[in-house]
């Protein structure tokens, strides 16, 4: 069966650091673009950014909004995902998605619940 | 920055079809992708490629994209459709969600 499972949300002091972690199992990783998106409470989709597969050099992309604080990362070896996020805000707090890209995101998490506040 | 346009929300009586559309510049140029997300569960992919249908999505789901235009449009609309609809594109190498529309079947 093709899953992904996230892990490692939960609630934290603006200002610090998290690391997300998305298991994919059904699937090589490496073969695939692995994407993040996140939702904030009673909002919208937004992007966070992705990860090409081993073929396409496994470089990444970001969303304007996450630039520079936010990092995508993968080991194929254990099949894992990764989002480092520093400097956190309190606008960053939403649900967190692993998704995979293939000619649309069909594959989703249940996703991690990431809470900024003091 | 490519912008997405949706309404905020579409109703439809039970057994009708409902028509969501998704504005963009010239977004016929792009492949549009629908998703699915109901309250509390991840979202599922419905559209992708402006009218191809994954597996296990039912016919009366379907796509289209022309002009500044894409419509997502289910037929004979079920209590089950209930749900917020976002459509989604590539700009350059980034990725854009339209705002999502809430479908209510009356």
């Known amino acids: 069966e093709v899953r992904l499972v996230e892990s490692g949300g939960g609630l934290v002091q603006p200002g610090r650091s998290l690391r997300l972690s998305c298991i994919a199992s059904?699937?090589?990783?490496?073969?695939?673009?692995m994407s993040w998106v996140r939702q904030a409470p009673g909002k919208g989709l937004e992007w966070v950014g992705f990860i090409r597969g081993k073929a396409y050099g496994g470089t990444t992309e970001y969303a304007a909004s996450v630039k520079g604080r936010f990092t995508i990362s993968r080991d194929d070896s254990k099949s894992i995902a990764y989002l480092q996020v520093n400097s956190l805000k309190t606008e960053d707090t939403a649900v967190y998605y692993c998704?995979?890209?293939?000619?649309?995101?069909?594959?989703w998490g249940q996703g991690t619940m990431v809470t900024v506040s003091s | 920055s490519y912008d997405l346009t949706q309404p905020l929300s579409v109703s439809v009586a039970l057994g009708l079809t409902a028509r969501i559309t998704c504005g963009g510049n010239n977004i016929r140029s792009k492949n549009v992708h629908w998703y699915q997300q109901k309250p509390g569960q991840a979202p599922v992919s419905v559209i992708y490629?402006?009218?191809k249908r994954p597996s296990g999505i039912p016919e009366r789901f379907s796509g289209s994209n022309s002009g500044n235009t894409a419509t997502l449009t289910i037929s004979r609309a079920q209590a089950g459709d209930e749900a917020d609809y976002y459509c989604q594109v590539w700009d350059s190498s980034t990725v854009v969600f339209g705002g999502g529309t809430k479908l209510t079947v009356l």
């Open positions: 059904g699937f090589t990783i490496g073969d695939s673009a």
């Open positions: 490629r402006d009218s």
């Open positions: 998704t995979r890209w293939y000619d649309a995101f069909d594959i």
